[in-house]
């Protein structure tokens, strides 16, 4: 099933998205982020979950560019849908933790002020 492949896809993501992964960059690169950002809105708890887990786990650390294009990518109202409408509480988790991402240094907080 397609769904099913998904959220393995997805699930196997979030760990090469980790700062310390070889294939972290040559994933952004290819375009991983587009490919995610529409998977924090799936009907599909788990696929929303793996993509803001991945979103995450790319927003740590991650160079000014990608913050950019996170911001960019995902609505306010799809974040606030992720950070406080989303049933599942892990997801919600996920979501409090690329804010927090987001809001490390002052350039993030005005990046942030200014989504």
Known sequence: CAAVLQVAAAGAVCNL???????RQPLIKAGVLQALLPLTAS?????RLYAAWALKNVSHEAEPEVQQQL????????????????DDVSVQEQAAGLLQNWCKGSAGVEQVGCW
């Open 43 to 47: 009907m599909l708890p788990e696929l």
């Open 71 to 86: 911001l960019a990518g995902l609505s306010w109202l799809g974040f606030r849908a992720l950070l406080v409408g989303d």
């Open 17 to 23: 998205l980790l700062g310390f992964s070889s294939v």
